[in-house]
């Protein structure tokens, strides 16, 4: 069966502080890969996704990139963190074969404070 | 261009009673619809899903949800609500047939309190 992991959990930065987010998936392979971001608890910004190693596409431009370095591995970063990229964090993924009609499934997600 | 709507912030209701989570879609073509629940400071759990069929869909936890699509509507149901399904409910349409990438468009989510 296939998990999904993120860490870490949570995560305090100063700002201006580096970050680097962690997901990874397995139990399948060339998954779509999804960063999301939760602020006050509700709706869901997606922020990037990536259809395979090295394919990264942006929703939002900000001081947020990401990479994926790994088939299975998807990386959230940023150089200089602000106090307005506080929020949940959510890794996801799904199956991108056509004819999947394809939930998307989510890590556990990093609750990140910038102070 | 594909969109969802969830009109109420917050939904209320006691144990034991019926409940409803409302959720409006626009889409080109056939629509995907989703539902997830999330608790505090957890993931998305993927709920129930409408691809094609039957338009009552039953899911996890006693869950299901009704397609209409004379009124563009696909509403969470559950005939009786426990405590510990209090949570933030997201109905999400899916990024159109022909598109490998899956994307999914979420609504803005509805606080679901079932009161003892």
């Known amino acids: 069966s296939q998990t999904i992991h993120q860490w870490p959990a949570t995560l305090v930065q100063p700002v201006g502080s580096p970050l680097s987010l962690e997901c990874t998936v397995e139990g399948t392979s060339n998954p779509n890969l999804y960063w999301y971001r939760q602020a006050a608890g509700r709706g869901l910004q997606l922020l990037f996704y990536?259809?395979?190693?090295?394919?990264i596409s942006s929703e939002v431009p900000q001081n947020l990139s990401a990479s994926r370095p790994q088939d299975r591995q998807f990386i959230l970063s940023s150089k200089k963190l602000l106090l307005s990229d506080s929020g949940f964090y959510l890794c996801a993924w799904s199956n991108p074969f056509v004819g999947e009609n394809g939930e998307q499934y989510f890590g556990p997600g990093t609750r990140l404070t910038v102070t | 261009a594909q969109s969802v709507a969830q009109p109420e912030d917050q939904v209320n209701v006691a144990e034991g009673n019926p409940l409803t989570v409302k959720c409006t879609y626009s889409v080109s073509g056939n629509p995907y619809l989703f539902w997830y629940v999330q608790y505090p400071n957890r993931g998305l759990q993927f709920l129930l899903k409408?691809?094609?069929?039957?338009?009552l869909v039953k899911g996890s936890y006693g869950f299901e949800a009704e397609f209409n699509k004379s009124q563009t509507s696909f509403h969470l149901k559950k005939p009786s609500a426990l405590v510990s399904d209090s949570a933030l409910y997201f109905c999400?349409?899916?990024?159109?047939?022909?598109?490998?990438?899956?994307?999914?468009?979420f609504g803005r989510g509805t606080q679901l309190t079932v009161w003892p």
């Open positions: 999400a349409v899916r990024e159109g047939r022909g598109s490998t990438l899956g994307r999914l468009y």
């Open positions: 990536s259809v395979g190693i090295g394919q």
């Open positions: 409408y691809i094609t069929g039957d338009n």
